[in-house]
């Protein structure tokens, strides 16, 4: 296939496989260059290209080999600023510029993982060998790796590194076979200083995969050449996968992600708005964070949506527009009020919707209130002053009944499980 064609292919492909406004949002903006073996792909924002990156690349990569009727790799860059893929030392999949320690945003949640991988970064092959990542999809895994080699490269250029998702390895070795090139496969991935590796659990019941793989890793371990391995589980939970392949990789260091807490959700937004440029108000920030339970991918991608959202419609960022540039993604919701809340809680505790309202400060209401109020807050992200218009209370006394709720929910189990029960009875 002449390289103009291919992108016109991949685009007809996009099409039946997409949902129109989808295929009209993200990649009708896009241009192309096709040259031998690489697609890529101009977006006219940062914006664009993080989202097409987190959510699109492996199906563009997919439906790029198809079209062209060989292995194609796709690489994202910014045509406003220039931006360019990572540089010749790396082969492989191309590392994302963007992905680095300084953006990448810590909490009690991965700062473990994130200093063994800045470890790693700072002395490859001499830290930890290998370095072992696991948690769920979503929770900065990738990042982490794709920091490591950004960070190597800043250090040392000259660097042969290579990134490549696992399902790519396993394509490559199975072409390798096809086309009788199981030379050129081993010397392309024993040859390299670091080898960073994406969803290594893939590998589970591939035998002859897990077989090269074995002796790819030996001869990488042995030269004291760095690898970096991610998985969505512990080396002991990976089923179908070779015992000595599960030893090698305790080796070295395994480090678990687990999911962000609110804060960290609340601070991986405002750093990812902050590099777009995008100012956003605490309770938009809050609204987002608290729409996502766990995956950080997930929550970008709603952050993403709400800065094209409204810069397409040059709409201001407030609850109004954030909810509007979400709503399709959040067709499960209900729409509770301030008033069914209100009611809900006065009737669980057996008090008159008017005593929460009024100045009666007798423990029985008192407490029920500051519930009330917490809740408002937790399920729909309502300012303090707009939470005291509720209540005819200064939003002082909104944000010290918050407070409170949510110190006494930390060190109160059963308090815990009952507002639990309440939120998700509203959501």
Not at 139 to 151: D, F, P, R, S, V
Not at 299 to 316: A, D, K
Not at 411 to 417: R, Y
């Amino acid at each position: 296939m002449p390289n103009s064609d291919l992108w016109p292919t991949v685009k007809d492909l996009l099409r039946a496989r997409l949902a129109a406004d989808d295929f009209d949002v993200w990649f009708a903006p896009l241009t192309a260059r096709a040259t031998s073996g690489q697609l890529t792909l101009a977006a006219p924002s940062r914006v664009y290209a993080d989202y097409i990156r987190d959510h699109f690349l492996p199906l563009l990569q997919d439906l790029a080999s198809q079209a062209a009727v060989a292995p194609i790799t796709v690489a994202l860059v910014v045509e406003a600023d220039g931006v360019q893929p990572s540089p010749s030392s790396q082969r492989g999949t191309p590392l994302n510029p963007r992905y680095t320690f300084a953006s990448f945003v810590p909490g009690p949640s991965n700062q473990f993982a994130r200093a063994a991988a800045q470890s790693v970064a700072e002395n490859p092959g001499r830290a930890y060998n290998p370095l072992f990542l696991y948690g769920g999809s979503g929770l900065g895994k990738t990042h982490l790796l794709h920091a490591i080699g950004n960070e190597i490269l800043s250090r040392n250029p000259r660097t042969h590194i290579r990134y490549v998702p696992t399902e790519n390895f396993v394509n490559e070795l199975i072409n390798s076979i096809r086309l009788q090139r199981m030379a050129q496969f081993r010397d392309a991935y024993r040859s390299i200083h670091v080898l960073l590796l994406d969803d290594i659990h893939i590998l589970a019941g591939k035998e002859r995969t897990q077989e090269e793989f074995f002796h790819t890793f030996n001869a990488l371990h042995e030269a004291g050449h760095q690898i970096v391995l991610t998985s969505d589980t512990s080396p002991a939970t990976i089923q179908g996968l070779e015992e000595r392949l599960r030893t090698r990789f305790v080796w070295g260091l395994v480090a678990d992600i687990q999911p962000p807490d609110l804060e960290t959700k609340c601070a991986i937004i405002r750093e990812k708005a902050h590099a777009e440029g995008f100012d956003l108000p605490d309770d938009v920030v809050l609204f987002i964070a608290r729409r996502v339970r766990e995956n950080v991918r997930e929550l970008e991608g709603y952050l993403n949506r709400v800065i094209v959202y409204c810069s397409l419609t040059g709409q201001v960022p407030n609850l109004d527009t954030a909810r509007n540039a979400l709503t399709p993604l959040l067709p499960q919701e209900r729409h509770a009020t301030p008033g069914d809340i209100i009611r809900f809680v006065a009737h669980h505790y057996g008090v008159k919707v008017a005593d929460l309202k009024g100045r009666d400060n007798r423990r029985s209401v008192a407490f029920p209130r500051q519930v009330a109020m917490y809740l408002v807050r937790e399920i729909l992200a309502l300012s303090y002053p707009e939470i005291g218009k509720l209540f005819a209370k200064h939003h002082s006394t909104v944000m010290y009944s918050v407070e409170t709720i949510s110190e006494e929910r930390r060190s109160n189990p059963s308090l815990d499980a009952t507002l639990t029960t309440f939120v998700e009875h509203f959501r």
